[in-house]
């Protein structure tokens, strides 16, 4: 996860370089199959340095459908529930 780290910092600093009313993330999103990797969302929080979360891209939804989706599935559907919400 190292190098995926210092991209993270290094987009965090253009960030900072280009807004200055409000240069610091309040927390980073993970997004996809891969934010569920064990120890991942740890792992970034501890070495970027800024509350990292699981995005929940269901989290303004409701419904059935929505709640029988399995929690280990939600992540990798961001992408999908983005585009499906696109005006």
Do not use: M, R
């Not at 210092?6 to 409000?22: C, D, G, L, P």
């Not at 992408?79 to 005006?87: I, Q, S, W, Y």
């Amino acid at each position: 996860f190292d190098d995926l780290v210092t991209k993270v910092q290094k987009a965090i600093s253009f960030h900072a370089s280009k807004n200055f009313k409000k240069p610091e993330l309040d927390k980073i999103l993970l997004t996809g199959g891969g934010a569920i990797t064990p120890g991942f969302q740890e792992y970034i929080e501890q070495n970027v340095g800024v509350k990292t979360v699981v995005a929940d891209p269901f989290i303004n939804l409701k419904g059935e459908v929505v709640e029988k989706i399995p929690q280990a599935e939600v992540p990798a559907l961001a992408t999908a529930v983005g585009l499906a919400l696109k005006k």
